[in-house]
């Protein structure tokens, strides 16, 4: 009876207050709207968004560029900024995410990314070639005038990956290196100096296109440890909604009889003879 004369309460106080009862529905929505992101997080891996700049962005960053050939241009110059990588640098190229790199410091990353390119001219082969570059870091929306060598191998349009090797300060490069690592090429490969632009110039020199494709394996994830804190937090906040509901709901019945309570009072006062004097 007590139950039932509560949920009475309760309908009552919802039909004579609309703005609480809309206040407590949409308590529970959003409670109920964390408790799924905390199911949701704690079982799909996701992007982690404290990262600001990974491995999609500077490659999307990069293939807005058309790589046009330098005439009389000399590829020693471009080569020799990105020197081959040594065996000491493979395994540090393996370990960088835990290592701490000095600000100052240059770094050179040789990496087998999802790129394709396309040439201008029919006539021109994109088999055995490298292409060697400059820019600066805020052209790849990584940092101000830093520069950044850049040199593509293993062109071919058939093939969706070529190898990209980037020789920039490490400050400014993503810290999550992709895990597949260029195959040593066993074929002698033409240097050709290219000079990045956005518009394709008028004259016939050979240009060449970027094409990229974003891959999840170049986001930035989540560590397991980073997933189980943030669905811990999220329950957190929805088990404190669901205890505020709770609270108006226990209120609401309370109110409704203590009124009815003292309403009762008052009419039986009213209702009293009055005395004789």
């Known amino acids: 009876m007590s139950c039932w004369q509560r949920g009475s309460n309760v309908k009552e106080y919802v ?72 065996s000491t640098q493979k395994t540090d190229q393996k370990t960088l995410v835990n290592t701490t790199r000095h600000p100052s410091s240059v770094t050179v990353v040789q990496l087998h990314v999802p790129l394709t390119v396309t040439s201008s001219s029919a006539s021109a082969m994109l088999k055995d070639i490298g292409l060697f570059t400059t820019l600066t870091a805020s052209q790849l929306n990584l940092g101000d005038k830093e520069p950044v060598y850049l040199a593509l191998q293993n062109l071919s349009e058939d093939s969706k990956h070529i190898c990209l090797t980037i020789s920039a300060p490490a400050n400014i490069l993503p810290l999550t290196l992709f895990h597949l690592e260029c195959s040593a090429s066993e074929t002698n490969i033409t240097n050709i100096p290219v000079e990045a632009t956005k518009q394709l110039p008028a004259s016939s020199q050979t240009c060449y296109s970027l094409h990229f494709k974003s891959d999840p394996a170049l986001t930035v994830m989540l560590t397991l440890e980073e997933q189980r804190v943030a669905a811990q937090h999220l329950a957190e906040v929805a088990v404190c909604l669901l205890g505020v509901c709770l609270i108006l709901c226990v209120a609401a019945s309370l109110k409704n009889n203590v009124t009815r309570r003292d309403f009762l009072k008052v009419e039986d006062s009213q209702n009293e003879p009055l005395i004789e004097s």
């Open 15 to 86: 039909s004579q207050n609309p703005p609480g009862a809309t206040f407590f529905l949409c308590l529970l929505t959003l409670a109920l709207s964390f408790m799924v992101l905390s199911s949701y997080n704690y079982s799909h891996t996701l992007p982690n968004p404290d990262i600001a700049q990974d491995w999609n962005t500077l490659l999307s960053s990069f293939s807005q560029f058309h790589l046009c050939e330098k005439e009389n241009a000399s590829a020693a110059f471009y080569t020799s900024s990105i020197p081959p990588l040594s």
